[in-house]
């Protein structure tokens, strides 16, 4: 019995290992600027969803995380091939940079995509809406809304809104309504 559990704890730890291992190039932490290489940073964080070749030679790969995932990375490579910077984009400082007036593909340089089941079209208003599941300030889950005119790809408003989970859903001791009832913070 003693050989069987000794056994199980050892499996135990192997996978534990693993998907630690796993994790360390999730937003490509063990990566440096000015010295990782593009094919390190691809062999660290895998294929991106979007990538974007600038004139300069310079390159922006976008980087979600999650089906429903609250981050979304931006990885900048120099015309060199080496790291320039990495920024995980879904917060404040990059939300204010949406603005009515600029197109989709402005839009998708800034945050990357939104999974694709979150966007909606709405026929009677020739609406088309993007959105991101992000961490907000008060350490929420919550949503950020792109809102466009479909015919014309351009962004009509934005706002952000709380992530209350399902309306069927039992509000917890405060009267937030939650996944469950249980207040819907984000792991930091």
């Given at each position: 019995m003693l050989k069987v559990s000794r056994l199980f704890m050892c499996l135990?730890?192997?996978?534990?290992?693993?998907?630690?291992?796993a994790c360390v190039g999730y937003g490509g932490s063990q990566l440096l600027a000015g010295t990782s290489t593009l094919p390190e940073?691809?062999?660290?964080?895998?294929?991106?969803?979007?990538?974007?070749?600038?004139?300069?030679?310079?390159e922006q790969l976008a980087y979600p995380r999650g089906p429903q995932g609250t981050q979304t990375f931006m990885v900048y490579v120099g015309a060199d091939g080496r790291l320039e910077r990495i920024e995980s984009v879904l917060d404040?400082?990059?939300?204010v940079r949406i603005k009515p007036g600029i197109d989709q593909a402005s839009v998708l340089r800034v945050l990357?995509?939104?999974?694709?089941q979150l966007t909606a079209y709405f026929?009677?208003?020739?609406?088309?809406?993007?959105?991101?599941?992000?961490?907000?300030?008060?350490?929420?889950?919550?949503?950020f809304d792109v809102l466009f005119d479909a015919?014309?790809?351009?962004?009509?408003?934005t706002y952000q809104r709380p992530d209350y989970g399902s309306p069927f859903d039992l509000p917890d001791?405060?009267?937030?309504?939650?996944?469950?009832?249980?207040?819907?913070?984000?792991a930091r």
């Open positions: 135990a730890l192997a996978v534990s290992a693993l998907l630690l291992s940073i691809m062999a660290s964080m895998g294929e991106p969803a979007m990538r974007w070749k600038d004139e300069d030679g310079r404040a400082a990059h939300f990357g995509p939104p999974p694709p026929e009677r208003r020739d609406e088309l809406v993007w959105e991101w599941r992000f961490c907000d300030a008060s350490n929420q889950l919550a949503f015919t014309t790809g351009i962004v009509r408003s001791p405060f009267g937030h309504r939650t996944a469950r009832g249980r207040m819907s913070f984000c």
